[in-house]
T-cell receptor
């Protein structure tokens, strides 16, 4: 079935370091791909998305490119901040029963130290 | 915009009792609401999808008689955990979508069954 695999955490970085969180997927058809972020004590928020191959999603300095050939959607940021500390979830959507169903990876906890 | 709230944020109940969790879309009409369960260090797992005014569609393995979902209005869905047991202790998250497919997530409800 359709699934998402993302790198296991936790990931600990110093401020201004480069971040990569790997995400690969298995899907029939052509899913849309997402990164969600969950800050401590808050609900999931959509960080960025890409709906077709070679699309690049970007937001708040984060980027991810939809790579169909490698079935990947790796999240990157050139210089992380303490405020980026959160749990990051990679996800894809399936159209099922007239609504889009999200399939999530297990999440990667990021801690950024000053 | 697109704010989803959940109430309560945390609840403790005794084994054998029932507990109700509310999910509200505060500034949009939610034609579809989703209920997820999140275990520690695990992904979000979709429990059920509900459309306003119709019965919820449960995912495989989710007991519909144990997890009662009601979506009586375009701004409110409720999840009732009936005859709760310690193994039902978890973090329950709802999301809502309106005219588009994007899901907006609530902050979650921590349920502890003693």
């Amino acid at each position: 079935g359709d699934s998402v695999t993302q790198m296991e955490g936790p990931v600990t970085l110093s401020e201004e370091a480069f971040l990569t969180i790997n995400c690969t997927y298995t899907a029939t058809g052509y899913p849309s791909l997402f990164w969600y972020v969950q800050y401590p004590g808050e609900g999931l928020q959509l960080l960025l998305k890409a709906t077709k191959a070679d699309d690049k999603g970007s937001n708040k300095g984060f980027e991810a490119t939809y790579r169909k050939e490698t079935t990947s959607f790796h999240l990157e940021k050139g210089s992380v901040q303490v405020s980026d500390s959160a749990v990051y979830f990679c996800a894809l959507t399936l159209l099922q029963g007239g609504s889009e169903k999200l399939v999530f990876g297990k999440g990667t906890k990021l801690t950024v130290n000053p | 915009g697109a704010v989803v709230s959940q109430h309560p944020s945390w609840v403790i109940c005794k084994s054998g009792t029932s507990v109700k969790i509310e999910c509200r879309s505060l500034d949009f009409q939610a034609t579809t609401m989703f209920w997820y369960r999140q275990f520690p260090k695990q992904s979000l797992m979709l429990m059920a999808t509900s459309n306003e005014g119709s019965k919820a569609t449960y995912e495989q393995g989710v007991e519909k008689d144990k997890f009662l979902i009601n979506h009586a209005s375009l701004t409110l869905s409720t999840l009732t955990v009936t005859s709760a047991h310690p193994e039902d202790s978890s973090f329950y998250i709802c999301s809502a979508s309106g005219s588009g497919y994007e899901q907006y997530f609530g902050p979650g409800t921590r349920l502890t069954v003693t």
